[in-house]
């Protein structure tokens, strides 16, 4: 394990605040390439983690119980489209889509696939 706050005593600074799209843009900029190897945060982050659970058990209880309301007045609605509830208009509307079968082509044409396949690069951030 590397500590990197011995190895670097440089701080990256930035304008934007915490929380702004901004900061995540910088952030995702700055820092694009990763290490694979592991540091240890600061303590004083624990506090910031153990809110940041608190945070996504109450978005989850949250989304369940929109959810609930959204099935509630979609029980309601049954197959009208629109609805009126006071100054409130809702629509539940069928929307069609297509979208190009890419686990075919690759099946069928392996070839042709892998010609007009693109990479993207990205970092996913877990907290568990």
Do not use: A
């Not at 605040?17 to 600061?42: A, Q, W």
């Not at 949250?62 to 309301?69: G, N």
């Amino acid at each position: 394990m590397i500590d990197f706050t011995k190895m670097f005593n440089k701080e990256v600074k930035c304008d934007f605040p915490f929380g702004s799209k901004e900061y995540g843009d910088f952030l995702r900029n700055t820092y694009k390439d990763s290490v694979d190897d592991i540091i240890k945060l600061d303590d004083g982050l624990y506090e910031y983690i153990l809110e940041y659970d608190i945070i996504v058990d109450e978005i989850k209880s949250l989304e369940s119980m929109k959810k609930s309301i959204e099935h509630r007045i979609q029980s309601e609605m049954r197959e009208f489209e629109t609805g009126f509830c006071r100054d409130k208009k809702i629509t539940w509307k069928k929307v069609v889509k297509s979208s190009f079968d890419s686990k075919r082509l690759k099946l069928d044409k392996p070839d042709i696939y892998n010609d007009y396949l693109k990479s993207s690069c990205s970092r996913v951030f877990r907290l568990r």
